[in-house]
């Protein structure tokens, strides 16, 4: 609780900072209005908030999952085919470079379905630090563990089940909480390029209707909701990190 104690009395004092410096007329109303203001446009339409924000949630935990497995499997490709690696990390690297606003349109165009194209953007995005991160940790393994599992003759595939997944454990949940951000970001590009194209589908597109119609405060109220909900992934996270490896490290 203590440690928590200075980040809730900063939150306390930016926010009532705000909210005074709107009511006083010290800010523009208009163009950053109070959070009070934010608020209500939050709860006044809160059916339409959360409608949209379960749709990029789930699109964000879909993206996620997809780059988890995908991730993970490929690190484990590389590390026992180092040819395989040569070939294909170029391409994953290359695909890491590319921005995603620069992808996520052609994926619209790719594909009719907006939430498939949506669920490839924040892949893309997502893969990369669960991919590497993996890939560390899996010849991050004690070497004189490798000599010994090389004594008794071990199959590569016993190797990396026995031995260099749990060793990569914290270098996975590293990269799980890279990646957790990334997906959603990757979601928000994704649903932004599918609303500009017309469909409806979560945070983004009440963010571009209120930019239409120059009503800050739901701008504000969705931003809110796509930070809490960013906040959120990152704590779960978090909490599974300390879970399965807080221990070792003494937290």
């Known amino acids: 609780m203590r440690k928590n104690l200075p980040a809730t009395l900063f939150l306390l004092l930016l926010f009532g900072g705000w909210e005074l410096g709107a009511r006083q007329g010290f800010v523009d109303p208009f163009l950053l209005p109070a959070p009070s203001r934010i608020a209500g446009a939050l709860a006044g339409d809160w059916a339409a908030f959360a409608q949209s924000g379960w749709v990029t949630v789930k699109l964000a935990l879909a993206s996620l999952g997809l780059a988890v497995l995908s991730g993970v499997a490929g690190a484990a490709a590389f590390a026992l085919a180092p040819r395989l690696e040569r070939a294909l990390l170029p391409l994953v690297i290359a695909l890491q470079v590319t921005p995603v606003v ?22 893309l995005v997502a893969l990369f630090p669960l991919l590497s991160n993996t890939l560390t940790g899996l010849r991050a393994a004690d070497p004189r563990l490798l000599e010994l599992f090389a004594l008794y003759r071990a199959t590569p595939l016993q190797r990396l089940r026995w031995l260099l997944l749990p060793s990569s454990l914290p270098y996975f949940l590293a990269g799980l909480r890279v990646g957790a951000g990334l997906a959603l970001i990757g979601a928000v590009v994704a649903e932004f390029a599918a609303g500009a194209a017309g469909a409806h589908t979560g945070l983004a597109s009440r963010l ?5 119609r120059n009503d800050l405060p739901r701008m504000f109220a969705a931003l809110a909701l796509i930070v809490a909900t960013g906040l959120l992934l990152y704590a779960v996270v978090g909490t599974l990190e300390r879970w399965l490896v807080g221990r070792w490290k003494g937290r």
């Not at 594909?111 to 498939?116: E, G, M, N, R, S």
């Open 102 to 123: 620069a992808v996520a349109p052609l994926l619209i165009v790719w594909f009719d379905d907006a939430w498939t194209a949506s669920l490839l953007c924040a892949w």
């Open 208 to 212: 571009l209707e209120a930019m239409f």
